[in-house]
């Protein structure tokens, strides 16, 4: 279909008061991305020639959005196209916003007016409604809900055709028992739009101008809306509350989680994954149960993500192992390491191949090398651990003086005993050797050594002398 005459309107300028929220409806997020960016990657899968988002309430924050969301998608666009913002000066309805957006939409031939707070809709659906309209004046998507409470109804005439849409609010009891319901995606000829809006009033319960009276003047011109019904109502639902955005999002997330499965990933418990629309997965992958991926998070063939781990921003490698309930942001995890369970790894961190970090390690801007070990119960911050180290239970080290961070650097092969204090600046030559409970705190020449000891002292016989009450000698 040519797409080299359209315009899509999308309509973001909505107070969202039933979100009672200090965020703009439209920038509440579904799977990590605020739901204005899931219909602008539908609309731009359509190589429109214009793209207008209508703003008003929180206008500044979902500009600044809109700008961060076309320099991230600037490749997934059109040359030459990028969304521009209008501004709504005042709450006026749906077909005031449109309006408003006539600056942008008036040299093409067909416009698509979308609504900012109807998230899930699939740019094959779109081009269906593009289609039904043909030569038409309008279509208009048509949704098919089990409970249409909120929505404008759509009634048909006799011919299948539209005849008009009732608010919900403005519906009789009798209308409101109709359950097709307007799902917020419409297509019109440019020519009819800017001859019908005009005509519009605002003589309905909220005062507004309504887009959807736009069917009733086409009635009255003898040219009936033509309908495209979607029976499938995972497509259509609106976010106007917080129950709403959690339906939507579970919507969302079942279709992400679906789409991952069929590419050769497996989900153990599909049903509590939880997998940004950002992310990207190998086939051969595996996610245990309640795991959670997001950001720029990516995981490479034969890796295994166990149950309950959260992982933020992070590239797991071929092969390697995340134990349950590892939490990790901005980290690097290398080909066949080992994670966890319960490991907590920090902004910085990067793990090479076959590195092992167990329980209860936490780690931050840490760089272990290959093969290096921290089985247990330590805390590496600001360091750089070589090859093959191994890092004994309850390892710390002191980077932080209360004003600065420093570095602990450790060569190949370094063995720390347990229960070791680093105190950074300081390096540890090649194979050095820590003996347990040491404060080190100065550098270690390659090879050698270092152990601090108090004398160790025993008294025989000191607990049953101490124990004796007064007056037994
Ligand atoms: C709207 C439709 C309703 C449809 C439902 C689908 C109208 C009059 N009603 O109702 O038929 O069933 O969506 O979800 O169109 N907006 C503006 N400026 C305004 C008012 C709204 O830009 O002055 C934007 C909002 O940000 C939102 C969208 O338009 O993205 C829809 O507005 P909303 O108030 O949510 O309308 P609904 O009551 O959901
Ligand atoms: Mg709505």
């Known amino acids: 279909m040519s797409a080299t005459n359209l315009a899509v309107v999308i309509l973001a300028a909505g107070l969202g008061k039933r979100m009672y929220s200090q965020l703009p409806?439209?920038?509440?997020?579904?799977?990590?991305?605020?739901?204005?960016?899931?219909?602008?990657?539908?609309?731009?899968?359509?190589?429109p020639t214009r793209?207008?988002?209508?703003t008003g309430h929180g206008k500044e924050r979902v500009q600044s959005y809109v700008a961060q969301w076309t320099a991230r998608h600037r490749a997934e666009l059109p040359v030459g196209v990028e969304p521009a913002c209008v501004e709504q000066p005042h709450q006026g309805g749906t077909g005031h916003a449109v309006q408003c957006a006539e600056p942008i939409w008036t040299d093409s031939d067909e416009v698509l007016i979308l609504y900012g707070d109807t998230p899930l809709l699939t740019t094959s659906t779109l081009q269906l409604l593009r289609?039904?309209?043909?030569?038409?004046?309008?279509?208009?998507?048509?949704?098919?809900?089990?409970?249409?409470?909120?929505y404008g109804r759509v009634l048909l005439d006799g011919a299948g055709q539209i005849d008009q849409v009732v608010e919900h609010k403005d519906a009789s009891t009798e209308q409101q028992k109709t359950t097709l319901i307007n799902a917020g995606m419409m297509c019109a000829s440019r020519a009819f739009l800017a001859a019908a809006l005009p005509q519009l009033q605002p003589n309905n319960a909220q005062g507004e101008l309504y887009l959807t009276d736009l069917l009733a003047v086409a009635t009255k011109m003898g040219r009936s809306g033509v309908?495209?019904?979607?029976?499938?109502?995972?497509?259509?639902?609106?976010?106007?509350?917080r129950a709403e955005l959690a339906f939507a999002t579970e919507i969302l997330r079942d279709r992400v989680n679906r789409q991952w499965m069929l590419l050769g990933v497996t989900l153990h418990d599909p049903q509590s994954t939880r997998i940004e629309t950002s992310v990207v997965?190998?086939?051969?992958?595996?996610?245990?149960?309640?795991?959670?991926?997001?950001?720029?998070?990516?995981?490479?063939?034969?890796?295994?993500?166990?149950?309950?781990?959260?992982?933020?921003?992070?590239?797991?490698?071929?092969?390697?192992?995340?134990?349950?309930?590892?939490?990790?942001?901005?980290?690097?995890?290398?080909?066949?390491?080992?994670?966890?369970p319960f490991a907590h790894l920090r902004m910085g961190t990067v793990l090479e191949a076959k590195v092992k970090v167990g329980n209860f390690v936490e780690t931050k801007k840490a760089h272990l090398q290959a093969g290096a070990k921290a089985s247990h119960l330590s805390y590496l911050g600001d360091a750089e651990i070589g090859p093959?180290?191994?890092?004994?239970?309850?390892?710390?080290?002191?980077?932080?003086?209360?004003?600065?961070?420093?570095?602990?650097?450790?060569?190949?092969?370094?063995f720390i005993g347990s229960?070791?204090?680093?105190?950074?600046?300081?390096?540890?030559g090649d194979g050095a050797y820590v003996g347990a409970g040491t404060t080190v705190t100065c550098d270690v020449p390659a090879?050698?050594?270092?152990?601090?000891?108090?004398?160790?002292?025993?008294?025989?016989?000191?607990?049953?002398r101490k124990r004796t009450p007064k007056g037994q000698h």
């Open 51 to 54: 793209i207008a988002v209508v």
């Open 419 to 428: 229960d070791t204090q680093l105190v950074a600046p300081v390096t540890l």
């Open 388 to 414: 093959d180290c191994n890092i004994g239970a309850g390892t710390i080290t002191c980077n932080y003086d209360g004003v600065n961070k420093f570095k602990t650097v450790l060569g190949r092969g370094v």
């Open 447 to 464: 090879g050698a050594l270092v152990f601090t000891r108090a004398p160790t002292v025993i008294k025989e016989g000191w607990v049953a």
């Open 131 to 150: 289609l039904a309209r043909g030569e038409g004046l309008l279509s208009l998507l048509v949704g098919v809900l089990p409970d249409p409470t909120g």
């Open 25 to 47: 409806k439209v920038l509440h997020p579904l799977l990590g991305e605020p739901m204005l960016g899931h219909v602008l990657q539908a609309a731009a899968r359509l190589a």
């Open 227 to 241: 309908p495209h019904i979607l029976p499938d109502h995972r497509e259509t639902q609106g976010v106007n509350n």
């Open 281 to 340: 997965l190998q086939a051969d992958c595996t996610l245990g149960a309640s795991v959670e991926l997001r950001g720029k998070t990516t995981v490479a063939a034969g890796a295994v993500i166990d149950r309950g781990s959260v992982l933020t921003d992070v590239t797991v490698a071929a092969g390697a192992h995340v134990l349950p309930y590892t939490v990790a942001t901005e980290a690097q995890i290398g080909p066949d390491a080992h994670v966890g």
